[in-house]
């Protein structure tokens, strides 16, 4: 229509084609995603068992052999400290895992984001191992326009009439 004001910060208007973008990138999306879950997985069962020993029993024997930094932290692997640290890791592997399944769903980009990050410097049990590729994975992924666009991160073109 001519003269239509169309106002640069007005809210976005629900695109129905938007779900035809989902469905033409799903293939993109979800192998990443279903990497970030199971690299969150195995990290949070890691870091929960780390916790339950950090919690539980006498701490081994250190060795006496072994190089300083490497009794160091069999030192501090055991008692409050630990426990706290590695219960920072559950929740750290906890917002990986939803943020790879709104990934899924096409939802909060913002998040997948954030996890995809998570997951490349996720120290905690070594799960950085795996998560480091694919965390670079999913974050190429999802910076790229046409995924973006299929999440609604960026508005739809708008059709001249």
């Given at each position: 229509?001519?003269g239509?004001?169309?106002?640069?910060?007005?809210?976005?208007?629900?695109?129905?084609?938007?779900?035809?973008?989902?469905?033409?990138?799903?293939g993109k999306?979800?192998?990443p995603?279903?990497?970030?879950?199971?690299?969150?997985?195995?990290g949070?069962?890691?870091?929960?068992?780390?916790c339950?020993?950090a919690?539980?029993?006498?701490?081994?024997?250190?060795?006496?052999n072994?190089p300083?930094?490497?009794?160091e932290?069999?030192?501090?692997?055991?008692g409050?400290v630990a426990?706290?640290?590695?219960?920072?890791?559950?929740?750290?592997?906890a917002v990986?895992?939803?943020?790879?399944?709104?990934m899924?769903?096409?939802?909060?980009?913002?998040?997948?984001l954030?996890?995809?990050?998570?997951?490349?410097?996720?120290?905690?049990?070594?799960?950085?191992?795996?998560?480091?590729?694919?965390g670079i994975?999913?974050?190429?992924?999802?910076?790229?326009a046409?995924?973006?666009q299929?999440f609604?991160a960026?508005?739809?073109?708008q059709?001249?009439?």
């Amino acid at each position: 229509m001519a003269g239509q004001f169309n106002n640069p910060y007005s809210s976005p208007q629900f695109n129905p084609g938007n779900q035809n973008m989902q469905s033409s990138v799903k293939g993109k999306v979800l192998a990443p995603a279903i990497f970030l879950t199971v690299v969150g997985s195995l990290g949070i069962l890691f870091s929960i068992f780390n916790c339950a020993t950090a919690m539980i029993g006498e701490p081994p024997p250190i060795d006496p052999n072994a190089p300083e930094f490497l009794r160091e932290m069999q030192k501090n692997a055991h008692g409050p400290v630990a426990v706290v640290i590695q219960g920072i890791f559950v929740v750290v592997n906890a917002v990986i895992i939803f943020g790879a399944v709104q990934m899924m769903r096409f939802q909060m980009w913002p998040l997948g984001l954030a996890a995809s990050i998570l997951a490349m410097v996720n120290i905690g049990t070594c799960c950085c191992i795996l998560g480091l590729p694919g965390g670079i994975w999913s974050l190429v992924i999802l910076l790229q326009a046409d995924v973006k666009q299929a999440f609604g991160a960026t508005p739809a073109p708008q059709q001249q009439q």
